[in-house]
């Protein structure tokens, strides 16, 4: 698994970069649970039945002179610079992006450290733009994104603080509140045009649905359409059916 790795960083090179997909580094980590060396801990987890501890990497290896060493930023032996970035506690080694531990989250942020704050009740690092403008949930970051899974406070990327306050990778609706994750008004307006210009057979025209609201929660009757139904209180189409249809009395 050695050579692999080392094979990787050599095809890196030629690339203009070294390390791995992940990371621009000069060693490799040797881990403590197998012994085995890996460019990075992403690189050890896909190819083994279990976890690398960042935390507990105490050894690397120079991709250049291959000298197993105590983890450090410059080769001991030939001042190889295995990372302008170097966190002595994550073992994090990278180019430089504006790094920075943050000692709240336990891990490294890609800054610049001024651009963010800690939300201490949401426990997680966030833009300062929101800073007293955001919903604060609870250790909001310590679960998988449910729409990808991937633990969402240690992921390389990016989660995207919705209105309603959970975090998601990707996607234009909260799957656990349910909430629009962004400004569709847009949208709406777009399918206002669809449904203006899509009429239903006549035997539906009369036709109304109780809906509920996923984005104020309100209660409302409309007409029922198949492209979609727009809340009576915020317009927005984001709404789920909360009853049979029926067809209006003064109508029948």
């Known amino acids: 698994m050695a050579a692999s790795a080392r094979e990787d960083g050599a095809r890196g090179q030629k690339q203009g970069r070294r390390g791995c997909k992940h990371y621009d580094r000069g060693c490799l980590l040797k881990a403590p649970c197998c012994d ?9 987890d896909n190819n083994e039945d279990h976890q690398l501890d960042r935390f507990k990497v105490k ?18 032996e030939c001042s190889t610079l295995f990372g302008e970035y170097y966190c002595s506690i994550c073992h994090l080694f990278d180019k430089d992006k504006k790094q920075y531990h943050c000692e709240n989250c336990g891990i490294c942020r890609i800054g610049p450290k001024e651009d963010f704050f800690h939300c201490l009740k949401c426990n997680l690092c966030l833009a300062m733009n929101l800073q007293g403008k955001h ?11 449910p729409i990808c ?3 969402i406070h240690t992921s390389r990327v990016v989660a995207h603080v919705l209105p309603c306050g959970h ?20 949208y709406w307006r777009q399918l206002d045009d669809e449904v203006a210009q899509t009429p239903m057979p006549s035997e539906y025209q009369n036709m109304t649905v109780d ?7 309100g209660r409302s009757t409309v007409q029922f359409h198949i492209l979609g139904m727009k809340c009576n209180i915020c317009e927005s189409y984001n709404t789920a059916q909360a009853g049979g249809c029926r067809i209006s009395l003064d109508q029948q």
Not at 36 to 44: G, Q, S
Not at 171 to 181: E, F, K, N, T, V
């Open 167 to 186: 975090l998601l990778h990707r996607g234009y609706r909260c799957p656990l509140c349910m909430h629009s994750a962004l400004d569709m008004t847009r």
């Open 135 to 145: 919903k604060c949930i609870e250790n909001v970051s310590r679960q998988n994104c």
């Open 59 to 76: 050894e690397v290896q120079c991709i250049n002179c291959e000298k197993i060493q105590h983890a450090q930023q410059t080769c001991e």
């Open 149 to 151: 899974l991937e633990d």
């Open 36 to 44: 085995k060396l890996y460019t990075c801990r992403l690189c050890h």
């Open 211 to 217: 809906i509920l609201c996923n984005d104020c929660n």
